[in-house]
């Protein structure tokens, strides 16, 4: 799903709101829960070495609670698509992460709120190669680490307790191998990821 899919699915999804009925009048209090798609830009650099730069698609789940009705925390997991460039032997590389953030929110209208969070995420990245590499090395590699995380959006109330909502999330930072050689250190790992999702969501 390109980006353009995606916010246009979104907008038509928003119009009219007006037909949803009482969608206004709940308490956006306590727990919500619900799942994410879209689309995501990935940068994936070790110095001197290489540098990927792809897009793919993005899936995961989110879920927190709202403390009040414009404060909460929210956690998040996702998974990419693989984002491998054409390096030899290379045939799929992916990432997944886990956030964790305050959410700050605005509500706009009865029907529409905006909202913003940053707070920290743990990423993993993997790469998987046709043969063995350098016989220590194995077929798989995989990096991980603390990034920092932000994101923004807008939240539209459907019907009472379902909330849709698009947004666009930043992780970024650098991360750690966790397969160390007896020969060196396998250099660290510079990750972007800006990603735009559509997410459906149930206010508890």
């Not at 929210?74 to 054409?86: A, H, L």
């Not at 390096?87 to 997944?96: G, H, M, P, Q, V």
Request: with cysteine.
């Amino acid at each position: 799903m390109s980006r353009k899919q995606l916010v246009f699915f979104a907008c038509m999804l928003f119009v009219p709101f007006n037909s949803y009925g009482d969608v206004g009048g709940k308490d956006d209090t306590g727990w919500f829960v619900g799942g994410l798609v879209g689309t995501t830009s990935t940068n994936t650099e070790m110095k001197n070495t290489f540098s990927q730069n792809k897009n793919t698609g993005v899936y995961g789940a989110y879920g927190g609670y709202n403390f009040t009705d414009w404060f909460g925390l929210e956690g998040s997991y996702f998974n990419t698509g693989d984002v491998s460039d054409s390096r030899t032997n290379l045939i799929k590389a992916s990432y997944f992460g886990l956030t964790i953030a305050p959410k700050v929110t605005y509500r706009v209208t009865p029907f529409f709120s905006i909202y913003a969070k940053a707070g920290l995420a743990y990423l993993n990245y993997k790469e998987t190669y046709d043969n063995v590499i350098f016989f220590v090395r194995g077929t798989e590699q995989t990096w991980s680490g603390i990034t920092s995380t932000l994101g923004v959006g807008g939240q539209f109330d459907i019907k009472y307790g379902i909330k849709v909502r698009i947004g666009f999330d930043r992780v970024a930072g650098s991360i750690g191998s966790n397969d160390k050689t007896s020969y060196n250190d396998i250099a660290n790992i510079d990750a972007k990821l800006n990603s735009i999702s559509l997410g459906v969501h149930y206010q508890f």
